[in-house]
């Protein structure tokens, strides 16, 4: 069993290798990996890339932005997707699209083919984290959903880490058009696994045991040919505005991350790509250790107080302050060593963010965690449609590498005090509206499993944590 709130994270690990919610988990995470490489290599192949497509920094920052329009626009209806026709299916046709994007890209010509290219990855990428969230928060106790989320997020992070020294290995074996053929391969081969392996319904899994099923919670899920269910999108909307803008704030840093980090260390620091892929791997690799700290954090809090919305907050808090003071020295500083170090912290801290606030969805209404995910992630599309393009807009009009980072430093603040004067309140709690599915968020309801139906309850966040 789960035993979701007893058992040590090390512990959960080894479950996680040995139970079918568990193996679905792990999918899940390799999902996030492989979504992660084909969104990033081409941060990694870009300074060959722009040499053969003859781009400027602004042109490589226009196509690098191309990603996040589709994925802007496709957040809540692929999340709603995900609530109504099941994540199984949303996630086969999404990663049919983003695989083959990610073969294609090997073949672009020019600026208007890759602009072309980054948009169908777009499309193909922007239901999976909606839809992987809709599908843990069925097959995830809910005492480990910011545990869950950290290690699925840890996992894209451990990708941004191993894109780098992967693509560069693969790049100068195939060279860079052959490894994102290769690696485009790879991405159908888990669409493949996960249309065998998923079930949108847990008891409908021929591997899960009856004592599992009951540490997990009761979701209603459609079943196939049934009525689509209506979706509250007033209550939903309204509150998750709060926690989209700060996503928004965390995810505008993010993107610089994700998408310039190779370039900065290229163009700045005079760095082979051998030596930007090891700097951006250590950097990244501090990112593995946020995500997994923040969920591991949060959940703990929750368990020890028994306050959710207070254990959301504060984690996301302390994350968004301290990444803001790690990235000072970027603003000051011209020294590779410390501004390795500093990035390095400022993005543990950074990623610190993530368990907590992925968890939030889940926290509200899991039957709707789909569409509640795509709603709060759509700040973070909107943020990668801006964030790469100003940050090379900035670097062309100045010639500063240190004038883009304040940016940052401004956003991480105000999401700062959104979280701590502002959270979402559960949809169930506002005038006129009742989701079923929302979990009670006291202490006397903490460790149960799901009734699946409406609960009394205290909104997810207020000004004071009370």
Known sequence: MFHGKTMTPTAYIRHTLTTAPGRIFGLVCVMYFITYVDRVNISTLAPL??????????????????FGYPYALLQIAGGSLADSLGPRRTLVISGLIWGAATILTGLVGGLFSLIAIRVLLGIGEGATFPAATRAVAAWVPSTRRGYAQGMMHSSSRLANALT??????????????????????????????????????????????????????????????????????????????????????????????????????????????????????????????????????????????????????????????????????????????????????????????????????????????????????????????LSPFAFGLIIDLSHSYSLPFYGPVVLLIVGAALAFHYLPSRPDAAPGSSLPDAPNLGASNLGTPNPGAPLPGRPLGNAHGH
Request: proline share 6%.
């Open 49 to 66: 890339m722009a040499q053969d497509l003859h781009l400027s920094n602004v042109q490589l920052g226009l196509a690098l932005s191309a």
């Open 164 to 385: 780098p020294p992967l693509t560069v290995m693969i790049a100068l074996w195939l060279g860079w058009r052959g490894a994102f053929m290769a690696l485009g391969c790879v991405s159908l081969g888990w669409t493949l696994a996960w249309a065998f392996m998923f079930r949108d319904r847990p008891a409908s899994h021929p591997g899960v045991t009856a004592a599992e099923l009951a540490e997990l919670p009761v979701i209603d899920t459609p079943r196939t040919g049934a009525a689509r269910p209506s979706i509250p999108w007033r209550a939903l909307i309204r509150a998750m505005m709060p926690a989209t803008l700060i996503y928004f704030c965390y995810n505008w840093t993010l993107w610089l991350y994700i998408t310039w980090l190779p370039s900065f260390f290229v163009q700045a620091y005079g760095l082979n790509l051998k030596h930007t892929a090891i700097f951006s791997f250590g950097v990244f690799t501090a990112g593995v250790v946020g995500d997994t700290c923040g969920g591991l954090f949060t959940d703990y809090l929750y368990r020890r107080h028994g306050n959710l919305p207070q254990a959301r907050r504060q984690v996301i808090i302390a994350s968004m302050i301290g990444s803001m003071l790690c990235l000072l020295p970027a603003l000051f500083v011209h020294n590779l060593t410390a501004i390795g170090i500093a990035l390095s912290a400022a993005f543990f801290f950074l990623e610190l963010t993530v368990g907590p606030i992925w968890a939030i969805p889940m926290d509200m209404a899991p039957r709707y965690a789909g569409t509640s995910s795509g709603i709060m992630n759509t700040g973070s599309a909107i943020a990668g449609i």
